[in-house]
């Protein structure tokens, strides 16, 4: 299997009867499609750690309630889009990339736009990669999800005046030494907006309130802040707002195993809920 631009990312758009709304979801790292270029030498069970399994189910209802869903087909460790595009040591690199690159603190480590140590600790190649590697991943992937994003900004802000994008992620229930939070347990939810400057405070307390409504723990930009799809397309003073989710996973799968717990569907009921709720708040602000 090879990736292309037509076939690493997937869009599903609201069904003929659902009301449009002006808000659409994006999974960017559900993706379990592991192409023959990969070349990993981990096991496939601890590529997958990097994963945020199942988050694009728990969200497919989205487009049979008025909100398109992007959901990428490719596996995060291979393609992080979540990343900007220069989010990459120079020096794990074998060869020399002709533009600047700029990691951040996880591109430093490993964990940026391509993983290249998982979660900063084990090697996933036993050799550095080549430009050109980078460069296809970036065509292939990047390129087409990023591209994705931006068009429905663009479809729905024309028609309605006003955007809502919700990030959908999920989180290990325990970070690590090398996590924003380290070796601690970690709250139900996480709600991103970049301390407030992705989308309207309205949208992110509105959130908090509906899920501790439902008994959930609900903490906002900690341990995350959310990262590059909700900050490189949002606007809130114009109109486009942009806001990161974080499940922990230890609400619906099991971790080890990567499998859903017997309580999955009851749980996927209450995101669906929360989709007709966001739905409901979108419409409302329409102009």
Request: charge should be negative; hydrophobic fraction near 35%; proline fraction near 6%.
């Amino acid at each position: 299997m090879e990736f292309t631009k037509d076939t690493s990312i997937r869009i599903q758009n609201p069904s003929g009867s659902a009301e449009v709304a002006p808000l659409f979801f994006d999974s960017p790292h559900s993706g379990c499609q592991f192409p023959d270029d990969f070349k990993a030498i981990l096991s496939l069970m601890r590529l997958r750690r990097a994963e945020d399994a199942f988050v694009n189910d728990l969200f497919s209802e989205a487009p049979n309630l008025g909100a398109p869903l992007i959901e990428a087909l490719f596996p995060r460790s291979y393609m992080d889009t979540n990343r900007a595009e220069t989010d990459f040591s120079p020096e794990d690199l074998s060869d020399q990339w002709p533009l600047t690159l700029m990691p951040s603190e996880k591109g430093a480590r490993g964990t940026g736009l391509v993983w290249v140590r998982m979660h900063g600790f084990d090697e996933v190649y036993g050799e550095k990669l080549s430009s050109g590697t980078l460069k296809h991943r970036i065509d292939t992937c990047w390129v087409p999800y990023h591209l994705a994003v931006s068009k429905l900004y663009n479809q729905l802000f024309e028609q309605f005046g006003v955007v809502y994008h919700l990030n959908c992620h999920s989180m290990r229930a325990m970070g690590n030494s090398k996590d924003v939070g380290a070796a601690h347990p970690r709250p139900d939810f996480i709600l991103s907006d970049r301390d407030g400057t992705t989308c309207e405070l309205g949208l992110v307390k509105a959130t908090k309130d509906y899920l501790e409504n439902l008994g959930y723990v609900v903490s906002i930009n900690y341990p995350f802040k959310g990262a590059e799809l909700i900050q490189r397309y949002s606007d809130p003073l114009g109109g486009r707002h942009s806001m990161q989710i974080e499940i922990n996973r230890r609400l619906y799968m099991n971790e080890e195993a990567i499998e859903r717990l017997p309580s999955f569907d009851n749980f996927k009921a209450k995101m669906t809920g929360l989709i007709e709720f966001l739905a409901a708040y979108a419409n409302s602000k329409t102009i």
